[in-house]
């Protein structure tokens, strides 16, 4: 029910402004507890008139009571006196006395009606058992109290004189309260129109408070509103509250975070057009010179083909190295997870990669420390060992070695290339996960590659919710150390 409640609540824009939602708060926190004021005023000067109506009765009717036995009314009525009394008590409280006698029945009624009939119920045999007892009736406007009427006779014992008080009869009353719901409903009438002014009253300081406080939001918003425009790209600052500050430290984060990646952005698409325009300006070049040579031999015809095949090749390979790494960069690339063997897996991709070591003179190394089953994408894992373990011979010298060591614990297994190779100058560390960044872009045309090795092997990585670091000194060699949980874990 109160999730029904709820979502009709959503439906309404309106009941989702904060500062509509302030102004309920502080309209339900005024005007509450003037109302719950009133009617426990009220309630408490009802009991209290109707308490003090009843005693100030009941000791008038003890006193006639006593007349009455002084005057032995039981006996005989007659008593002009005890009349006059009853009338008097009847008309002053517009109610209406019935005096009961021993035998139950009424020896005088002040409406004349029951006078003659005989009263049994709970009330008047208590009373005779010596109970003074009252009721309220406040749906009918009345107080009825039962009185009894009391003799104290002297009675000769063994031990002496006893008094014992004997009931003679009882005195059944019945009093208006019509005075007192006057009363009431007059004080009443007061408090409504006092409450009605403090309401107005309420409200007005209500939508005032709820103004204020809400202006720093508004002022959040129209900051917010002016980056989102482009009219500023300053950071914003509303310290009045501590949710503005936070807010705004939020904002101011995640404007620092765009600024970065609009950075970053603008020099990936400077990169990508100078990576993509070399090979074609290298081709321009060489098709000019053939062309501007009609007789050139054949030879020389072969050999800038030759030369504009190898810049198709490396044109091409930037754009599917692009493809991949925009493949992973998106948040919905899914991941293949089967359960894969990956001391077979790495012992393959090292044999696919021997030739190129043996070209260079380096020397391939296995160290396998125990075997190794881990739920991970295939395809993904043989480009990480693939680029990490081609880098290690690239970047090596004559003679050197790459050494690939695979172990695991209980969670995690890890997977680490070390090489003998030129290494990374310390300022370089941070940047090579750059897309394109080169260390030595001199040599960067002898090496070969697009840039963007590292750049895939870490977004493949982060893929599998691992991590990758590395250590390396400059003229030493480098130690790539990349660690992945054994078990997928579901993103």
Do not use: C, W
């Given at each position: 029910?109160?999730?029904?409640?709820?979502?009709?609540?959503?439906?309404?824009?309106?009941?989702?402004?904060?500062?509509?939602r302030?102004?309920l708060?502080?309209?339900?926190?005024?005007?509450?507890?003037?109302?719950?004021?009133?009617?426990?005023i009220?309630?408490?000067?009802?009991?209290?008139?109707?308490?003090?109506?009843t005693?100030?009765?009941?000791?008038?009717?003890?006193?006639?009571a006593?007349?009455?036995?002084?005057y032995?009314?039981?006996?005989?009525?007659s008593s002009?006196?005890?009349?006059?009394?009853?009338a008097?008590?009847?008309?002053?409280?517009?109610?209406?006395?019935?005096?009961i006698?021993?035998n139950f029945?009424?020896?005088?009624?002040?409406?004349?009606?029951?006078?003659g009939?005989t009263?049994?119920?709970?009330?008047?045999i208590?009373?005779f058992?010596?109970?003074?007892?009252s009721?309220y009736?406040?749906?009918?406007?009345?107080?009825?109290m039962?009185?009894?009427i009391?003799?104290t006779?002297?009675?000769?014992?063994?031990?002496?004189?006893v008094?014992?008080t004997?009931?003679r009869?009882v005195?059944?009353?019945?009093?208006?309260?019509?005075?007192?719901?006057?009363?009431m409903d007059?004080?009443?009438?007061?408090?409504?129109?006092l409450?009605?002014?403090?309401?107005?009253v309420?409200?007005?300081?209500?939508?005032?408070l709820s103004?204020?406080?809400?202006?720093?939001?508004?002022?959040?918003?129209?900051?917010i509103?002016?980056v989102?425009?482009g009219?500023?790209?300053?950071?914003?600052?509303?310290?009045?509250?501590?949710?503005?500050v936070?807010?705004?430290d939020?904002f101011?984060?995640?404007l620092?975070?765009?600024?970065v990646?609009d950075?970053?952005?603008?020099e990936?698409?400077?990169?990508?057009?100078h990576?993509?325009?070399?090979p074609?300006?290298?081709?321009?070049?060489l098709?000019?010179?053939?062309?501007?040579q009609?007789?050139?031999p054949?030879e020389m015809?072969?050999e800038?083909?030759?030369?504009?095949?190898v810049?198709?090749?490396?044109?091409?390979?930037?754009?599917?190295d692009l493809?991949?790494?925009?493949?992973?960069?998106k948040?919905?690339?899914?991941l293949n997870?089967?359960?894969?063997?990956?001391?077979?897996?790495?012992?393959?991709?090292l044999?696919?990669l021997?030739p190129?070591?043996r070209?260079?003179?380096?020397?391939?190394?296995?160290?396998?420390i125990r075997?190794?089953?881990a739920?991970?994408?295939?395809?993904?894992m043989?480009l990480i060992i693939?680029?990490?373990?081609?880098n290690?011979v690239k970047?090596?010298?004559e003679?050197?070695?790459?050494?690939?060591v695979?172990d695991?614990d209980?969670?995690?297994?890890?997977?680490k290339?070390s090489?003998?190779?030129?290494?990374?100058?310390?300022?370089s560390?941070?940047?090579?996960?750059e897309?394109?960044y080169?260390?030595?872009?001199?040599?960067?045309?002898e090496?070969?590659?697009?840039?963007?090795?590292l750049?895939?092997?870490?977004?493949?990585v982060?893929?599998?919710?691992g991590?990758i670091?590395?250590q390396?000194l400059?003229?030493?060699?480098s130690?790539?150390?990349?660690k992945?949980?054994?078990?997928h874990?579901?993103?």
């Amino acid at each position: 029910m109160l999730l029904k409640l709820k979502k009709v609540f959503q439906n309404f824009r309106f009941f989702r402004s904060l500062r509509v939602r302030l102004l309920l708060i502080i309209m339900v926190v005024g005007i509450l507890p003037g109302v719950l004021m009133r009617y426990g005023i009220m309630q408490s000067y009802e009991d209290r008139a109707v308490a003090l109506r009843t005693n100030t009765v009941q000791t008038q009717l003890r006193i006639l009571a006593n007349h009455l036995i002084t005057y032995n009314y039981l006996q005989d009525n007659s008593s002009e006196v005890i009349g006059a009394e009853l009338a008097m008590l009847s008309n002053l409280y517009d109610g209406r006395v019935l005096i009961i006698g021993g035998n139950f029945k009424v020896v005088t009624d002040t409406y004349g009606i029951s006078q003659g009939k005989t009263i049994i119920s709970e009330e008047v045999i208590r009373s005779f058992r010596g109970e003074s007892l009252s009721n309220y009736d406040r749906t009918h406007g009345y107080i009825e109290m039962t009185t009894p009427i009391t003799e104290t006779i002297t009675i000769m014992t063994d031990n002496g004189e006893v008094e014992e008080t004997v009931v003679r009869g009882v005195m059944l009353t019945s009093i208006s309260t019509d005075s007192i719901i006057s009363t009431m409903d007059s004080l009443n009438q007061r408090a409504m129109i006092l409450e009605a002014l403090m309401i107005v009253v309420i409200i007005s300081i209500a939508i005032v408070l709820s103004d204020i406080l809400t202006r720093p939001f508004a002022r959040v918003t129209q900051a917010i509103n002016e980056v989102k425009a482009g009219h500023s790209d300053d950071s914003i600052s509303v310290p009045d509250y501590m949710e503005t500050v936070h807010i705004g430290d939020a904002f101011n984060q995640l404007l620092g975070r765009m600024k970065v990646l609009d950075d970053s952005r603008q020099e990936f698409v400077a990169n990508v057009s100078h990576e993509l325009k070399t090979p074609l300006a290298s081709m321009k070049v060489l098709a000019d010179s053939l062309l501007a040579q009609p007789e050139a031999p054949v030879e020389m015809y072969q050999e800038f083909m030759g030369d504009i095949t190898v810049e198709i090749d490396r044109e091409n390979q930037i754009i599917t190295d692009l493809l991949a790494l925009v493949k992973m960069d998106k948040k919905v690339a899914g991941l293949n997870i089967t359960a894969v063997n990956m001391n077979e897996l790495t012992e393959l991709v090292l044999k696919r990669l021997r030739p190129i070591a043996r070209k260079k003179d380096v020397e391939l190394v296995f160290e396998s420390i125990r075997p190794v089953t881990a739920e991970v994408d295939e395809v993904k894992m043989t480009l990480i060992i693939s680029n990490l373990v081609e880098n290690a011979v690239k970047y090596n010298k004559e003679h050197g070695s790459v050494t690939v060591v695979l172990d695991a614990d209980h969670q995690m297994f890890s997977l680490k290339v070390s090489d003998t190779g030129i290494g990374i100058p310390a300022d370089s560390l941070e940047h090579i996960y750059e897309r394109f960044y080169r260390v030595d872009k001199s040599h960067s045309k002898e090496v070969g590659g697009t840039g963007l090795g590292l750049a895939i092997t870490r977004s493949a990585v982060l893929m599998h919710r691992g991590s990758i670091t590395v250590q390396s000194l400059e003229g030493e060699g480098s130690t790539f150390l990349v660690k992945i949980p054994l078990s997928h874990i579901a993103g």
